[in-house]
T-cell receptor, first 115, second 115 residues
């Protein structure tokens, strides 16, 4: 149980395009999901908290208009990187909060490369 | 604000040995959760073990056990009979109790198990 998927696993795009990353909880409902960014050899940096049916809560310094988050159902949250630039290249990881255990379960991550 | 500190950037042991990873944290909360997550080269974050602060008994999961010292705010991870598959980055994390709380991560410890 507690499986979280992410799609795509890697994406290469041209500068100026938008990229959408999906995060799904496969065998449980998640009213709350989280989006992280991880640079090489560093820890995870929380970008935003995604709540089903309401607006996401962004961490300080994260641009809301740059990183659009939609949590339209209890099993799906999406992160859209708008007008991507090379500095947005990174590893993006989502997690879903299991209701009963108050534990975050992580997706396998998405590697984004912006050329 | 909560902080989590892992003072060992890298560790290396021989297969079958026992290794202990250190983690300290700072909080004024009384009720919270502590976690150890493993991130192997695949970069998938995997929950290793979870400890609830109100439980005095140390959590164990097969070869993995913790030494939770609440007064000292210390939460070390012991891996017994280490295996090559234990090679990974290990992150200690803190989460407040109640509601959809964020995880606060330490910097990580890169553990290498040598054959």
């Amino acid at each position: 149980g507690a499986v979280v998927s992410q799609h795509p696993s890697r994406v290469i795009c041209k500068s100026g395009t938008s990229v959408k990353i999906e995060c799904r909880s496969l065998d449980f409902q998640a009213t709350t999901m989280f989006w992280y960014r991880q640079f090489p050899k560093q820890s995870l940096m929380l970008m935003a908290t995604s709540n089903e049916g309401s607006k996401a809560t962004y961490e300080q310094g994260v641009e809301k208009d740059k990183f659009l988050i939609n949590h339209a159902s209890l099993t799906l949250s999406t992160l859209t990187v708008t007008s991507a630039h090379p500095e947005d290249s990174s590893f993006y990881i989502c997690s879903a909060l299991g209701d009963r255990e108050e534990t975050q379960y992580f997706g396998p991550g998405t590697r984004l490369l912006v050329l | 604000a909560q902080t989590v500190t892992q003072s060992q950037p890298e560790m290396s042991v021989q297969e079958a040995e026992t290794v202990t990873l250190s983690c300290t944290y700072d909080t004024s909360e009384n009720n919270y959760y502590l976690f150890w997550y493993k991130q192997p080269p695949s970069r998938q974050m995997i929950l290793v073990i979870r400890q609830e602060a109100y439980k005095q008994q140390n959590a164990t999961e097969n070869r993995f056990s913790v030494n939770f010292q609440k007064a000292a705010k210390s939460f070390s991870l012991k891996i017994s009979d280490s295996q090559l598959g234990d090679t990974a980055m290990y992150f200690c994390a803190f989460m407040k109790h109640g509601g959809a709380q964020k995880l606060v991560f330490g910097q990580g410890t890169r553990l290498t198990i040598n054959p």
